[in-house]
C-alpha cells in the first residue's frame, strides 16, 4: 500500500515536453522553478509564503506531475526540489535556456 504522503513522479522517459513547457508557462510556477534553481531543495512553503494551502499545492502539484521537481515528505514539512539531472538528461539545456530567459525578461523590466 502506498502512503498517503508519497508522491508519485513520472520516470524520466517519461518526461514530456509539453507538459515541461506547460508548467514553465505560469509565471508563478516559472518563480517557483527559478528560486529552486538558486536554492536547491526547501519546503514548499517557501515557494509561496502568501500564497492560499490550496493553490500552492495546485502549483507543486504541476510542477511535480510534468517532472520538473521531486517532492517528498519529511515530517509535517513538503520538501521540494527540482530533477535537474533528469531534465538535461531528457532535454540538454532547456532549463538553463528558461531560466536564462526568465532573467533576461526581468533585467528588462
Known sequence: MV???A???PDTDDIAI???LFALSEPLRLNMVRMLAERGEVDSID???ELP???LTHHTSLLRESGLVLVRAEGRKCMI???TGDLE???PGLLHTVLAGYESDEADA
Open 3 to 5: 502512503s498517503p504522503r
Open 7 to 9: 508522491y508519485e513522479h
Open 18 to 20: 509539453p507538459r515541461v
Open 47 to 49: 515557494l509561496g509564503p
Open 53 to 55: 494551502r490550496s493553490t
Open 81 to 83: 526540489q527540482l530533477r
Open 89 to 91: 538528461q531528457r532535454f
